[in-house]
C-alpha cells in the first residue's frame, strides 16, 4: 500500500503550515518564551527549544485547521 498526497494537498496545505510555523517560532522564541535571558550550558536549555518549536508547530497546525474549517462555511 502506497501513501500518495495530490499536489493541491501540498500546495494548500504545506506552504502556509511553514510560514505559520515560522511566524509562531518567531514569536514564541523572542517574545513569549524569552530565551534571550538564558544560557545554554545544559542539555534541559536545549530541550526548551526542541519544545518551544514543537508548540509552534502544534499551534500552526491548529491555527490552520480553524482557517480551512472558517474558509468552508463562508
Known sequence: MELSFSKRLEKDTW???VILMIAFSV???FF???F???SFK???DFFKIIIALCLSF???IIT???LKIVS???
Request: charged share 15%; no cysteine; hydrophobic share 50%.
Open 64 to 66: 490552520l485547521s480553524f
Open 27 to 29: 514569536y514564541n522564541i
Open 32 to 34: 513569549e518564551w524569552q
Open 15 to 17: 506552504i502556509p503550515l
Open 72 to 74: 468552508k462555511l463562508f
Open 36 to 38: 534571550q535571558t538564558y
Open 58 to 60: 502544534i499551534e500552526a
Open 42 to 44: 545544559e542539555l534541559v
